[in-house]
Structures are given as structure tokens and as C-alpha cells.
């Protein structure tokens, strides 16, 4: 969720929310004259902390605007779980925002998150996403800026995204190849509850870990699209049961309840049961 960095009671409300992560805007959010003042008013809101379980994120402008440095030094400084820098377009601008980071004192397991939102970061894709296999890379995950790449690719916002597919889809496959966590876009109808949803449906079946949000009101309808369905749950517990009996070692495909199932989908089971085991962790939390 987002939540624009020149607003504190916004961010104070962002402490109660049930979003996975609240990144607090120092960009787009916050008009030229506020910049300063909302840095200083969110790195003291991190330094508090108060934010549970959620992740914590700051949004900084781009390295190259006046207020892009000042907002890493302070963003490093107040200590986040992460940091997202705008406008990544190539594998050399992974490298200047970890050098940037490591120059300002940034603690090793301080992430680095990207915005994929231009259309040469779209056909730099492969090259950005390989920044994540070197060693002591902080980069874990990419955000996608479709506000950014429907302005950039001049495109329409149409329902069914189908401008902007490609672009996802080329980000998505990137992300998959080298090991990061991907986020869809927001969208920018807050009334509009079926589009809302269409869309969350729509990233969750293309392979998006998750979906950025503008407005609280978008937070339910979000966490139960992308969480995983109690019967798929069910079944992928018992898929993993099956390949874990003793009289199935080292068989490669299986009948589970009348479905032959294999070992990729041991993996997936595995993976839907771990998301639903962390989100029912997340809410007793």
C-alpha cells in the first residue's frame, strides 16, 4: 500500500492496516515543495516503527532529481526494510543505487526494491533481472509502474490492460528467471470494485506475487484474491502427503483423489501451502 509521505495521518494509519507492506511515497505522492518536509516526516515515522509485521518501505526519488540523494542518505539512515528507487531502465542503475546504498552506510540486509516502469527498462528486462544473481546483490524485487508505461508506450488504460500486457509479461518472465518478487500495478479507479477485482485476477493468474494499492479501501479485495483457495490449499497438502509416503519414494507421478499429479506439482503444492501457512501466521500476528 501506498502511502504519500507528506500525509502523517496517513502513515499513521498505515500502522494498522492489514497490508503486507507500506511503502511510504517520497515520489510521485509529494508535490515539489513538500519534498522536504515529508522526508524529514518519514524517516522519523520509520525510526518509530509501530509497523507490526508489516514490511516497511521508502520510496525515494530518482538518483537523478535534486531530491533523489538526500532522500537515499535519510531513507538509509532512518533504517527500512527496504528502499525503491524509480526509473530503473538498465543493469548500470542497478549498480549506481547499491553503490549509492553501500556509500551511505546502508546495514546488509537493507533490499533494494526496483520500479519497472519505462519501455527500455521492458527491453532491459533480462539484463536488470541478472543483477539479482550476483553476489551480495540487495535487489529483491521489482515494482511495476503502470501509470508510468501507459504514459511512456502512449497507451489507454483499457480494462482487460491488453496495451500494457506485453510489458507485464516480459517483467514477469525476467523476475521467474532470476529469483525476484514482483508486484503488479495500482489501479486508479478506487470506485470501481469489479474492475478492481478483474485486474487483481488478472495479476494473480499471469504469476504477480502481489499488487500495489492507492487507497486502504482496495486491501481486502486484494489479500483474498491473491491468497490461495481453502480447497487448493486442501488438495496441495495432500499432494505433499503423497509424495512424502514412504511407499511413493521415488515415484514420479502419482493419483491424488482421482488427479495424477507429478513432481512439478509437488513444487507448486509446496509453495501454495507455504503462502497460506504465512498468511494465517501473518494474521494471528
Not at 516526516?41 to 530518482?62: K, L, S, T, Y
Not at 515494482?143 to 509479461?169: F, Y
Not at 521467474?176 to 474492475?195: K, P, T
Request: charged residues 25%; hydrophobic residues 45%; proline residues 5%.
Amino acid at each position: 500500500l501506498y502511502m504519500p509521505g507528506s500525509n502523517a495521518r496517513a502513515i499513521e494509519k498505515a500502522r494498522t492496516l492489514p497490508a503486507d507492506a507500506v511503502i511510504l511515497d517520497l515520489e510521485d505522492a509529494v508535490a515539489p515543495d513538500a519534498k522536504e518536509d515529508a522526508r524529514a516526516q518519514v524517516a522519523d515515522a520509520v525510526r518509530a516503527g509501530g509497523f507490526g509485521p508489516r514490511e516497511v518501505i521508502i520510496r525515494v526519488n530518482a538518483l537523478s532529481t535534486p531530491w533523489g540523494q538526500a532522500d537515499l542518505t535519510a531513507a538509509v539512515a532512518a533504517g527500512p526494510d527496504a528502499i525503491l528507487v524509480p526509473k530503473i531502465t538498465e543493469a548500470s542503475d542497478v549498480d549506481t543505487a547499491e553503490q549509492a546504498l553501500s556509500a551511505a552506510g546502508a546495514h546488509a540486509d537493507l533490499q533494494l526494491w526496483c520500479m519497472m516502469e519505462t519501455p527500455l527498462a521492458m527491453l532491459n528486462a533480462k539484463e536488470i533481472g541478472a543483477c539479482a544473481a550476483r553476489d551480495g546483490s540487495r535487489m529483491t524485487a521489482w515494482v511495476m509502474g503502470t501509470n508510468d508505461i501507459a504514459k511512456e508506450l502512449q497507451a489507454t488504460h483499457t480494462p482487460d490492460r491488453m496495451p500494457m500486457l506485453a510489458s507485464l509479461g516480459l517483467c514477469v518472465l525476467a523476475a521467474r528467471a532470476f529469483g525476484i518478487a514482483i508486484l503488479d500495478g495500482v489501479y486508479n479507479d478506487i470506485q470501481n470494485e469489479d474492475g478492481f477485482a478483474a485486474v487483481c485476477e488478472q495479476g494473480r493468474d499471469m504469476g504477480f506475487d502481489g499488487k500495489t494499492l492507492i487507497h486502504p479501501s482496495q486491501i481486502e479485495a486484494c489479500n483474498r484474491i491473491f491468497a490461495p483457495e481453502p480447497d487448493d490449499v486442501a488438495f496441495s497438502r495432500k499432494v505433499i502427503e503423497a509424495f512424502e509416503a514412504p511407499e511413493n519414494a521415488g515415484k514420479g507421478a502419482l493419483k491424488v483423489e482421482g488427479r495424477m499429479v507429478e513432481l512439478l506439482h509437488a513444487e507448486i503444492a509446496k509453495r501454495t501451502v507455504a503462502v497460506a501457512d504465512a498468511i494465517a501466521a501473518r494474521e494471528s500476528a
